[in-house]
């Protein structure tokens, strides 16, 4: 063990969820100054993280939670009460004509929000820990008595700058964040113990996870049970992962026949750090924490969690960011030598989910980058319905089918299918080599315009004959029997319908359609590519910002 620890801790890439707290220690490093001499406390190499022994220390503390704030911070009460206070104080809400009732509310939002449990430990924390005399919640009470609006306006503009006092912001912030992002991912030990709660952050950290490096000296002989992650040798009382949400039952509570009555996934103080990262590992969207388990090396893990600034729709969509994140960085010469499946892991309220991007899919993710760039643009709802399908190995056909009923009965076009079509082809053509899906592509291209050309040519003789009203009733009734036949995969009532269709104007079959007779997959291609081209956007509702979208199909 001294030798390890003179030449640096080795961490092996491992499981999804161990890997996510491999990423969030490496930012938690990257985020520490160099030592006195300028070394870095880690290196990589290939699957390792080489940490230096000296890293575990109070710096490291410090940069843990400053990355937290970092991270989490924008989005909590406290955030949201200083965005409250600076508005209620500007002179555009003076000027406001019910600014009485707004002050009201808002002196009432700082009641409720500053009396919860949480803030009330970490006003203790700051009263006996960063001797801050302030009493925050007697001033709010008097604010809330006070009757003289401008006597409460200033108590409001003292409270204000109270609270952005960098200790107040470091404690309430973090008060919002470990209840609402780092409990989702562990609880119970350290600052989450309920009898640690009125203790500055910093302290609870370090004598949980610091102290036991400090001091672990493993146990000796041939009955050492190892530490179920790295293998080292345990010290005589090592932690389980119980812990760690959704790994274990809590042993202290009960024991299971599985175990013998004695459980033995137990994990030494190193990686016991490596799950306390594991909140700084994921990113999140909303309410949804996202991790991108590209397992090649610490650097891939980085780069493939590491999202840019993206817009409103995207950050809601965890899906969408994840894919749009891999298509900015990826190119077809790295999807080609992709060799691996990377997953993508979901943490969701109490539940975690898993979807696996196989290496086919990435490298067919790249040859569509144009195609759901486009889609993204164009309807992100409908971006975020394909990935859905695709990440859950579903095909489209569904979620076209019922698309196109939504749209025609709000009068939309089906041209933007036609990017769904595409995706469904070089997604999930059951041959999977470039010549099928040219041909699939082709029966596309050849059925849509098929479609689109028979629908000008039945405006043209509703024109000719003043009954446009008529046909256009007639067309979407015989657009309902072909979707019907489709879902069915009834090739007898589609052919039913295209042959007294066309001879119903004394129009010759296309022979496009030959080729999916007898074929089942042609027929899906051909058919939905034939539906999208009769229901194409129309000139009359190109004025409907959706259609445009729509119409560029």
């Known amino acids: 063990m001294a030798e390890e620890e003179k030449q640096g801790i080795h961490l092996h890439i491992n499981d999804a969820l161990y890997n996510a707290g491999l990423l969030g220690l490496y930012r938690v490093l990257n985020r520490m100054p160099a030592d006195s001499s300028g070394e870095p406390y880690y290196r990589l190499d290939s699957e390792n993280l080489i940490v230096r022994q000296e890293a575990f220390s109070e710096e490291f503390t410090k940069a843990y939670f400053e990355e937290l704030i970092d991270r989490y911070g924008s989005d909590t009460v406290y955030e949201n009460l200083i965005k409250e206070l600076?508005?209620?104080?500007?002179?555009?809400?003076?000027?406001?004509?019910?600014?009485?009732?707004?002050?009201?509310?808002?002196?009432?939002?700082?009641?409720?929000?500053?009396?919860?449990?949480?803030?009330?430990?970490?006003?203790?924390?700051?009263?006996?820990?960063?001797?801050?005399?302030?009493?925050?919640?007697?001033?709010?009470?008097?604010?809330?008595?006070?009757?003289?609006?401008?006597?409460?306006?200033?108590?409001?503009?003292?409270?204000?700058?109270?609270?952005?006092?960098?200790?107040?912001?470091?404690?309430?912030?973090?008060?919002?964040?470990?209840?609402?992002?780092?409990?989702?991912?562990?609880?119970?030990?350290?600052?989450?113990?309920?009898?640690?709660?009125?203790?500055?952050f910093e302290q609870a950290f370090s004598d949980y996870f610091l102290v036991p490096i400090a001091t672990y000296k493993p146990k000796k002989g041939k009955k050492v049970m190892p530490c179920f992650q790295c293998g080292r040798a345990l010290q005589a009382k090592a932690s389980s992962t119980a812990w760690v949400n959704d790994t274990m039952p809590d042993v202290k509570r009960k024991t299971d026949s599985f175990w013998n009555y004695v459980p033995d996934i137990m994990m030494c103080p190193y990686c016991m750090l490596v799950y306390a990262c594991v909140p700084l590992g994921f990113t999140t969207f909303a309410s949804e924490g996202v991790f991108v388990n590209d397992c090649r090396s610490i650097r891939t893990l980085n780069t493939a969690n590491n999202f840019p600034d993206s817009s409103q729709d995207l950050q809601k969509d965890a899906f969408a960011e994840v894919i749009n994140q891999f298509l900015l960085t990826a190119d077809e010469t790295q999807a080609e030598n992709w060799l691996q499946n990377v997953q993508v892991v979901r943490r969701s309220g109490d539940t975690y989910r898993v979807n696996t991007l196989t290496a086919d899919m990435l490298e067919d993710f790249v040859g569509l980058k144009g195609t759901l760039g486009k889609l993204l643009k164009a309807n992100p709802y409908l971006f975020h319905q394909t990935l859905e399908h695709i990440l859950n190995g579903q095909e489209l056909y569904g979620l076209m089918l019922q698309g196109y009923r939504n749209s025609l009965e709000q009068g939309y076009g089906l041209g933007i299918y036609n990017w769904l079509l595409e995706i469904q082809i070089k997604m999930f053509c059951r041959k999977r080599d470039k010549e099928a899906v040219k041909?699939?592509?082709?029966?596309?291209?050849?059925?849509?315009?098929?479609?689109?050309?028979?629908?000008?040519?039945?405006?043209?003789?509703?024109?000719?004959?003043?009954?446009?009203?008529?046909?256009?009733?007639?067309?979407?009734?015989?657009?309902?029997?072909?979707?019907?036949?489709?879902?069915?995969?009834?090739?007898?009532?589609?052919?039913?319908?295209?042959?007294?269709?066309?001879?119903?104007?004394?129009?010759?079959?296309?022979?496009?359609?030959?080729?999916?007779?007898?074929?089942?997959?042609n027929f899906q291609v051909i058919g939905h590519a034939f539906v999208q081209g009769l229901n194409s956007a129309s000139k009359e509702n190109k004025t409907n910002e959706e259609n445009k979208g729509e119409d560029k199909a």
């Open 86 to 200: 600076e508005w209620i104080l500007s002179p555009n809400a003076r000027e406001a004509e019910d600014f009485p009732k707004k002050l009201k509310k808002c002196i009432s939002s700082l009641c409720e929000k500053l009396k919860r449990n949480s803030y009330t430990a970490g006003f203790e924390i700051l009263r006996k820990y960063y001797n801050t005399k302030y009493d925050f919640w007697g001033i709010v009470k008097s604010i809330k008595n006070e009757e003289n609006q401008q006597k409460q306006l200033n108590m409001l503009q003292e409270l204000y700058e109270q609270m952005k006092q960098e200790d107040v912001r470091h404690v309430l912030c973090l008060k919002d964040i470990v209840y609402t992002r780092v409990q989702n991912y562990w609880t119970g030990v350290s600052f989450l113990h309920k009898t640690k709660n009125k203790e500055p």
């Open 439 to 521: 041909t699939q592509m082709s029966l596309k291209s050849q059925a849509y315009r098929a479609g689109a050309v028979l629908k000008a040519r039945i405006w043209e003789v509703n024109i000719d004959t003043g009954k446009q009203r008529a046909n256009g009733k007639r067309l979407i009734g015989v657009t309902y029997r072909l979707l019907n036949a489709l879902q069915g995969d009834n090739q007898k009532l589609f052919f039913d319908t295209i042959e007294r269709l066309y001879m119903s104007f004394g129009f010759e079959i296309p022979k496009i359609f030959f080729y999916a007779i007898h074929n089942d997959e």
